[in-house]
């Protein structure tokens, strides 16, 4: 069977990457690559990472593109290619405007859908934005939702979805970070190779989301200020975004502190490696939410609502929203409580344990083969 996967950003293709190399071995399968490259920089890291090679390249970014156009060159690519290769399953993976192109585009072809990472909600449909309405979108064209937890597949159930097309699986994020993470990590920047991690409480913070943009950003970020000036044993690193907005506020608000550390976005190897060494983890991300906990950090997360409410339930991660005070006095006790710490490091990661990809292609090989 021609299984077509579909993805054009970085947190997709961690997603999808060993869902391929599983497909790969796989006789029953012909592996059929799309990338759109709605992000191409970020995405190229990972494919080189995980030695990946598109069969097809729609290359749509375009330097401060909307929304709009993403839907629109993804959707138009997506359709004449999907004419030409007739996939039997077109496989997307997440929340971006890449997945509901993807999945738009093979539904006007009448090609089945499977939805990997299904049935994470909010609740707000403008938090995360695109991605909350993206994700809900996909669901209605999917004929097969690969959800990661028992909640995600409670979500689907509530909304109707029947049953017997929903599957438990894990996270595919957790496969990725297994196969990369290693103890003798050695960084290509030394900067990061000569902090005394086992001294130094590392906070890695990392911080883009649209909504967060403004005056929540900048109370995220003076909270942190604050509570690095008054511990002196902790430093901050923060692997910056490329958004032009973030930065400036970032600059601004850190203004040459010393031990609040801005550096350049780091691929996916480097970043998760430097993860597994930190102490703590301040962000607005979904991906990390899950990806810490497997490593025994704790996780605080800047934003409102989550779709990914299984780590705050395990205790794994907390909701700590944007109000500066908030930020401040959860970040301050994990970095003064060894107790409150241990609870959050020792804590049971709900999010599977590194064989979804494996479980996924057994499903479609089941269902699409009956």
Do not use: W
């Not at 920089?41 to 990972?46: G, K, N, S, W, Y």
């Not at 090609?111 to 993206?134: C, F, M, Q, T």
């Not at 970070?177 to 906070?203: A, G």
């Not at 710490?341 to 064989?355: E, L, R, S, T």
């Amino acid at each position: 069977m021609k299984v077509m996967t579909i993805f054009g950003t970085r947190p997709e293709a961690i997603k999808m990457a060993p869902i391929i190399k599983e497909m790969e071995k796989r006789k029953e399968i012909e592996s059929i690559i799309c990338v759109t490259a709605q992000h191409r920089q970020m995405l190229d890291q990972v494919l080189n990472l995980f030695q990946i090679k598109p069969d097809y390249d729609l290359n749509i970014f375009h330097k401060g593109q909307t929304l709009t156009e993403i839907t629109t060159r993804a959707l138009e690519g997506l359709e004449k290619l999907i004419i030409q290769v007739k996939p039997d399953l077109v496989l997307v993976q997440g929340d971006t405007t890449t997945v509901f192109a993807g999945a738009l585009a093979a539904f006007y072809q009448r090609v089945k859908v499977g939805h990997v990472e299904a049935g994470l909600r909010s609740g707000d449909i403008y938090s995360p934005y695109p991605e909350e309405a993206n994700r809900k979108l996909t669901g209605i064209i999917a004929n097969y939702h690969f959800a990661p937890t028992e909640r995600n597949k409670k979500n689907l159930l509530n909304e109707g979805y029947d049953e017997k097309n929903i599957f438990i699986t894990g996270n595919t994020v957790i496969d990725s970070l297994l196969h990369v993470i290693r103890e003798d990590y050695i960084f290509q920047n030394e900067f990061l190779n000569h902090l005394d991690y086992k001294n130094i409480k590392t906070i890695l913070v990392t911080c883009h989301r649209r909504e967060n943009i403004g005056k929540p950003m900048e109370s995220i970020f003076s909270a942190i200020k604050e509570v690095v000036k008054k511990h002196e044993d902790a430093e901050v690193i923060f692997p910056i975004h490329l958004n032009p907005k973030v930065r400036n506020i970032a600059y601004e608000v850190f203004d040459q502190m010393k031990r609040v550390h801005i550096i350049e976005p780091l691929d996916y190897e480097p970043f998760v490696n430097l993860m597994f060494r930190s102490y703590i983890v301040v962000t607005d991300s979904g991906g990390l939410q899950e990806e810490a906990p497997s490593l025994g950090k704790p996780v605080l997360v800047v934003r409102k609502e989550t779709e990914r409410p299984e780590g705050i339930e395990a205790g794994t991660a907390k909701l700590v929203g944007t109000c500066k005070d908030d930020i401040y006095r959860e970040l301050n006790l994990l970095l003064t409580d060894k107790g409150e710490y241990k609870k959050m490091a020792n804590a049971v990661n709900p999010y599977g344990d590194g064989k979804a990809s494996e479980r996924i292609v057994n499903i479609i090989i089941n269902k699409m083969g009956t």
